[in-house]
């Protein structure tokens, strides 16, 4: 089982507590195991202490404390402990990747990967418009310009069919993001790549363990990126990693990594004193961070398997209501093995979405919408966005909802956000025959 709150839902007794102080509170979804770590106002929806159903709640592993404890009396609090070298290791045999660092966040494995790429003033890199700014940042960090893509309607994926038209002879790479984990086309996408000598880089912070054409994501550019943030599917606060498949770049990230030294090469031996080698940074996380990494790693298939229960029972009981009111719902080919990481609802105009925002939130239900299109935001616009660039990202961005969806989210929770969406009626049909985005995800013909 995942956690004393699943157990205790599905009929097991609770064990006592064995770190901290039980917080024991009167609400619909029982006992907390969280330390109070909000104000008791907050508007925080991550607390479930007033009933609220929030947007998304952190697991704590069944060995979470066990591995954090491990961790503090292994005295190596610092980067690349046991629990790092175990992740590592874990990630590289799982994914069949030559090289795995784990690092503080995907923003950091995205500036190691433009580092390692040496990327420089006046290269470009195609990019989603649609995607978080780190995908972006990272590159621009480097003095390289964004070129923005837009979305496929299907699966809100950098569109393929767009790059030729987008390269020049500045082009240095192309990120794909693989949205809620659900893969690019990268068949396309990498012979675009090789037919222009340009790196891919999978920003994969979505999608760990997703499968495109069998295959795990982030193992098919040069380098890719993974996320272990809160609100992913795998998280330990704040994390990430870069996972290296070209194994040129493997010697170089390990000095980029460490502040710019050969410090990984001083452990290994193979030098006698380390010493200030290339730029770098400090990007490696500390080894209590790895320990609750692992102690979710370890359960991915129960992970995995609970995350699929939750989506799919959104998407069945959500199917009749949606069609009748013009909504769309994900949409993953055959192709695609997504790894569950969030589910979404796209409403016919923005004044419905936030409408459905606004109805959820008045019955205590927290959710979100995501992305606002980074060609038109400040720092896009400085890079020559403008409205209508990318029609599919815009309209995305306006009518995106995301529904609760956490490992421990409860059966009755769920059934709570299920009725009520069910309950919303939405106030303009979706699908017009202007409309970008078809009910089905189809490309409309030009
Ligand atoms: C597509 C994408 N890339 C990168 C990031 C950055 O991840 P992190 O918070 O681990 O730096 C995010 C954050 O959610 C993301 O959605």
Redesign the pocket.
């Known amino acids: 089982m995942l956690s004393r709150r699943l157990r205790r839902e599905e009929g097991e007794t609770n064990k006592p507590r064995k770190h901290g102080t039980p917080v024991r509170r009167e609400n619909p979804t029982g006992w907390c195991r969280y330390f109070r770590t909000y104000p008791a106002a907050s508007t925080d929806f991550r607390k479930e202490d007033n009933g609220v159903i929030p947007f998304n709640r952190p697991l704590i592993a069944e060995k979470a404390y066990d591995y954090l404890r491990q961790a503090v009396d292994n005295m190596h609090l610092s980067g690349d402990g046991p629990f790092t070298r175990k992740c590592h290791a874990l990630l590289e045999e799982e994914l069949g990747v030559p090289k795995v660092l784990l690092t503080t966040?995907?923003?950091?494995a995205?500036e190691m990967a433009a580092l390692l790429l040496d990327v420089r003033p006046g290269d470009e890199v195609i990019v989603p418009s649609f995607?978080?700014v780190?995908?972006v940042n990272a590159f621009v960090l480097r003095g390289a310009k964004p070129v923005f893509a837009d979305v496929r309607p299907d699966t809100l994926n950098l569109d393929e069919n767009q790059l030729e038209a987008l390269v020049t002879p500045r082009t240095r790479a192309v990120v794909p993001?693989h949205?809620a984990g659900v893969g690019c086309e990268l068949d396309a996408i990498l012979a675009f790549a090789a037919r222009h000598s340009l790196a891919v880089v999978e920003?994969n912070?979505?999608g760990l363990f997703g499968k495109y054409r069998g295959r795990y994501l982030g193992t098919f550019g040069a380098l890719a990126?993974q996320?272990?943030?809160e609100?992913?599917n795998f998280s330990c606060g704040?994390?990430?990693a870069l996972l290296v498949n070209d194994a040129r770049f493997i010697e170089r990230a390990e000095v980029l990594r460490e502040k710019g030294t050969n410090r990984n090469r001083f452990f290994r031996g193979q030098v006698d004193k380390y010493t200030w080698v290339d730029v770098g940074s400090s990007f490696l996380p500390s080894d209590v961070l790895a320990a609750l990494l692992y102690s979710q790693l370890e359960m991915r298939t129960q992970i995995q398997s609970r995350r699929k229960k939750i989506w799919q029972t959104y998407a069945e009981q959500l199917q009749d209501w949606a069609v009748a009111q013009g909504v769309r719902l994900p949409v993953a080919p055959a192709h695609c093995e997504q790894p569950y990481h969030l589910f979404y609802l796209l409403l016919p105009s923005l004044e419905d979405r936030q409408a459905l925002i606004a109805l959820l939130r008045a019955r205590g239900i927290c959710s979100v919408f995501h992305y606002l299109p980074l060609h038109l935001s400040v720092m896009g616009k400085t890079f020559g966005g403008r409205e209508g660039d990318c029609p599919v990202t815009e309209a995305v961005s306006d009518r995106l909802l995301r529904l609760p969806f956490y490992n421990d989210l409860t059966a009755a929770d769920q059934q709570s956000v299920i009725e009520t969406v069910r309950s919303f009626r939405v106030a303009r049909r979706h699908g017009g025959p202007r409309d970008i985005l078809t009910l089905d995800g189809s490309r409309r013909a030009a």
């Open positions: 966040s995907c923003t950091d995205l995607t978080f780190s995908t993001v949205y920003d912070a979505h990126t996320s272990f943030h609100t992913k704040e994390g990430g």
